[in-house]
């Protein structure tokens, strides 16, 4: 019988037919199996915008074609409609309050969401853990969306929405982003996906219609030229990909950098810089005590003027599909590589093997939108613990893109012990390593390494390259 109840109740659940509770004579149940049906249907968002009347939609804009397109089309189908947007600092914006102004002529009020210091903070973050994604590069968007959806859910939970409108298509990685992290912060929330809706997608199949579309209700609409490549910007750094640059063939110096320079831009002299850190996270830059705000900002121009930050990555998607992109990141790259160097000299070997994998278990999680998670959180806090020690002085020269350590100081955890690692004896030196000492060592390896040989195991040669 309760075999029977649990094949029904899944059946319910993924089909939704109600009548099978009937026939099994469980009807009792009915009630939970509405709602279970509601939160599928959330989950799965699979709403169209015919089904949208009456709702309140919050709608994540940017106050381009896409977006007042949208919003506009909602209007019609019966919803009300409200526009949010993050305030992430991103540096190709010169004014984020533009945005309200361009989202105006289409009826919907706009909402900027102050979300500065918040992106700063995982800025921070994220190069404590030193979270670097595919190829090495910051993935600053991934980063981002974490804070975008949850600075904007609040701010639409407070003015009333039900639901969440975002603009991501149905190739990328950012739906998953969107509706995961919407799902796990606010369950009851709905999520709909304009551009995976067969309805928006059939009546816009192209930004002529959309204009075309915005022009016949009196909002001014551009196509606009066509761009090389797509540009998506935060406090921590941009993202480049799509049209041309899906094109293998096609050079990554196509991209004209907003936040860094191509190196042979940057100028002909070197650049000195300081940076302290503690447990972590950098505390001052050429001795100015700075928040992370403001330290994400002064590291992005110091960094930015020298050309430090470029990278052309093949990421391998949420999705399954590889993705190629130009990401600018100047002042992760300086902040990062300088932290790099502190914690080589705090950790000992296994503790650097663990933060390894940790890392890139974290640079995993926030690409695939899995921050939130408790494995993340786990990973982080462990990561919080190999950091405590990570305090110290760091000086650097930049120097058209690269970066040259000057000296390592002020390190009171540091492992690094001249006295240990200098080639020379030292008779004074109670406490260091005796060198006739290591035969023991050696013969415990000799073991080992006659047993290997012995047992067939060794092949001194092997062939390189096949014919």
Known sequence: CNIQAFRSHFAVAANLRFEMFRVAGISKIAGKATCLKASVRCMSSSLTVSELKG???????????????????????????MGFCADLDQPDEENIMDVKTKMAPCGVETFIVDLKEDIADMAFEVIKAQARYDGGYWNTTGLARAVTVRGVLDEMQRQGCTVLSHGATGRGNDQIRFERYTNVLKPGFKVYAPWRDPELLKEFPGRRQMADYLMSKGIEAEVGAKKRYSTDANLAGLSHEAEDLEYLTTSSR??????????????????????TFKEGFA?????????????????????????????????????????????????????????????????????????????????????????????TRAALNAIDTLASRAEGKVDVSLYKGTVFIDSISQVP????????????????????????????????????AIALSKAGHIQARRKICKD
């Open 55 to 81: 709702e309140t939609v919050g709608v994540c804009v940017s106050g381009g074609l896409d977006s007042r397109t949208v919003s506009s089309r909602l209007k019609d189908a019966g919803a009300t409609v």
């Open 254 to 275: 196509i991209v004209e950098p907003t936040m860094t320079c191509w190196p042979e831009d940057a100028p002909d002299k070197v650049e000195k810089v300081s940076i």
């Open 283 to 375: 505390r001052t830059i050429n001795g100015k005590e700075l928040s992370p705000l403001e330290m994400m900002r002064e590291a992005n121009k110091v960094g930015g003027r020298n050309g430090l930050g470029i990278a052309n990555a093949m990421e391998n998607r949420v999705i399954g599909t590889k993705s190629r992109g130009v990401y600018e990141a100047p002042g992760m790259d300086l902040l990062g590589y300088a932290l790099s160097q502190v914690y080589q000299t705090v950790l000992d070997k296994r503790s650097t093997d663990l933060f390894t994998y940790l890392s890139r278990f974290v640079a995993g999680q926030i690409y695939d939108g899995r921050y939130f998670d408790p494995s």
């Open 413 to 448: 955890h540091s492992l690094y012990v001249e006295e240990f690692a200098s080639m020379e004896a030292d008779e004074g030196d109670q406490d260091g390593l005796n060198p006739s000492s290591a035969q023991g060592f050696v013969e415990v390896q000799r073991c080992e």
